[in-house]
């Protein structure tokens, strides 16, 4: 099978939406290991297992009081074909221009998120 099975460790200190309203703005450095970590997954997703992510905000990237990193709610996440997905799915606020104009959705799409949010 090439099913992928997701399982969540406790995330306690919560997503990076959440440490940005309760502490402020996020250090430049620790910034920069989220970004890593995000986009180590993303990476991984994408040329693994031929999955997109669609809905990359703040609210979905999620660290742990040990500095770990996972990204969460693959609810509107697509599995790619030919590179690209057709669906309207995604937060707005972060979705790529093309994506609002009706084009079709690709791994260039979580990157415009994705930047969007850090």
Not at 17 to 32: A, E, K, Q, T
Not at 62 to 81: A, M, R, T, Y
Request: aromatic content about 8%.
């Amino acid at each position: 099978h090439n099913d992928v099975i997701m399982c969540m460790e406790y995330m306690d200190v919560g997503s990076l939406d959440r440490i940005s309203r309760v502490f402020g703005p996020v250090r430049v450095d620790v910034l920069g290991k989220i970004a890593e970590a995000t986009l180590g997954g993303l990476t991984y997703l994408y040329s693994k297992h031929h999955i997109m992510h669609r809905d990359i905000k703040p609210s979905n990237i999620l660290v742990n009081s040990k500095g770990h990193i996972k990204l969460c709610d693959f609810g509107v996440s697509g599995e790619l074909v030919n590179s690209v997905a057709d669906t309207f799915v995604g937060t707005s606020t972060y979705m790529a221009p093309e994506r609002i104009q009706g084009d079709k959705y690709t791994v260039k799409s979580d990157v415009w998120s994705f930047g969007l949010t850090v």
